[in-house]
């Protein structure tokens, strides 16, 4: 089967469906969905009824959760953005990925309750960071700095010098 673009694979321990349903839950709409999921054959080692990939789009993104075992871990060298037109979406976003054992990080990033990491990010401090006036851009990003969860108002009296 050949594909358009790329398909991510995330590598759990043992948690991939599990994840797969969390990451729809979280991302409802937009297709989301989880798809085929394919159990370890017998004799492998593993026990059979224990899904090896389960198939998943979350937020009209294609992911493979593959339950690989503890070799490996997430780190922060990997994030997704979730960009974010409003502060109810940022508020929803940010509470959503961090619920049940997730955790909250500096300016915006979370990590959810499989160590996976997550920016929330307002689309409206883009267009701040690319404005011309540098005075406006480093007051935002000043303020950006100094907050877990971003606060768009706050973002945006920042920017304008209040």
Known sequence: MVTDGFITCLWFDDQAEE???????????SGSRVGDVIRYPEGSGTAS?????????????????????????FNEAISFQVMCDTQEEVDHYAARLT????????????????GVSWQVVPERLIEMFADRDPAKVARANEAMMSMR??????????????
């Open 19 to 29: 994840a797969a349903h969390y990451y729809v839950s979280v991302f409802e709409g």
């Open 49 to 73: 009824a224990k899904p090896m990939t389960v198939e998943f789009t979350a937020n009209g993104q294609k992911f493979v959760g593959l339950n690989g075992g503890p070799q490996f871990t």
């Open 99 to 114: 619920e049940d054992g997730g955790e909250q990080g500096p300016c915006g990033w979370v990590k959810d309750r499989f």
């Open 149 to 162: 969860k971003l606060d768009i108002a706050a973002l945006e009296k920042a920017f304008a010098g209040e």
